[in-house]
């Protein structure tokens, strides 16, 4: 597990990839960050902390993640620091699967089966309550950290919803209260790409600087696609944040769930490292 340097000047902005349920990872890497004690108690002070996405779905429980995270998003409010979360495909599955349950998708399946081959895990749903759907419904699906833009996933989706920021978190969150699973099935549809920027070399770093130039920002900070897959290297070795399309993008997707051991993304205000 990467650990993360301490003494950090104040107000360091720490960014961890999809979790997908590993919530025993998520507290280990909290706890060498040093923004959590044992009880998995903020101490991180007035450091910033943000979750790409993809609490959900193949590992143990999605609901421990964000429960870790609820939980610390109160602490670190007191004490001057920030704990945020950016909305992933694999919220957006399992709020269909609580708000539709048995409504037949466009593929002739009941929802919740759906959402089961999706790879959802049935004890998630079962501990769902609505104070955590509220929580996700809530979440931004895009932001802006000095000069990082950050998103959950490494696709050209977010042009579908708006030419700003503010345009596409507001579309999301129309989304969220829409209950016509229609509208629900086109953005996961749209979720479904992935490696927009690294699939082609010359194409993908163009897009990048496509993208950074419509939404703002100098890099482009992403997850969604597993940095073992994308690069075809043993999970194992994979410890740290992968720079691309001519270091416009960063990728802090670990691939916890294929077996990497993850590890703590840092931008701070002068860069990224």
Not at 79 to 91: I, Q
Request: glycine share 10%.
């Amino acid at each position: 597990m990467q650990q993360c340097r301490q003494g950090w000047p104040s107000m360091t902005t720490f960014i961890i990839g999809d979790l997908h349920g590993y919530h025993e990872q998520y507290a280990g890497l909290l706890q060498d960050a040093g923004l959590c004690d044992e009880a998995l108690n903020w101490i991180g002070g007035s450091h910033h902390l943000w979750l790409i996405g993809d609490f959900f779905d193949r590992g143990e429980s999605g609901v421990k993640c964000i429960d870790i995270t609820m939980n610390l998003q109160a602490q670190a409010m007191v004490d001057g620091g920030s704990v945020r979360a950016l909305l992933g495909n694999h919220e957006m599955m399992i709020l269909c699967a609580y708000r539709f349950k048995d409504s037949q998708t466009s593929e002739g399946m009941r929802m919740i089966d759906q959402w089961l081959r999706w790879g959802g895990v049935r004890q998630d749903l079962d501990e769902l309550t609505e104070e955590h759907a509220r929580w996700i419904e809530l979440l931004p699906a895009m932001a802006r950290v000095d000069d990082a833009l950050l998103v959950h996933a490494d696709s050209m989706l977010y042009i579908n919803y708006g030419n700003t920021i503010e345009e596409v978190n507001a579309a999301f969150l129309d989304l969220m209260q829409n209950r016509d699973l229609q509208h629900w099935e086109i953005a996961l549809t749209a979720f479904g790409e992935h490696m927009s920027f690294s699939a082609l070399e010359i194409t993908g770093e163009k897009r990048a600087r496509q993208f950074l130039q419509l939404y703002g920002g100098d890099v482009l900070i992403h997850g969604h696609t597993p940095i073992p897959y994308a690069r075809r290297v043993d999970p194992e070795t994979v410890t740290s944040a992968w720079r691309y399309a001519g270091g416009a993008c960063v990728n802090v997707d670990g691939g916890i769930y294929m077996g990497s051991p993850g590890f703590v993304y840092v931008l701070e205000e002068s860069g990224t490292i």
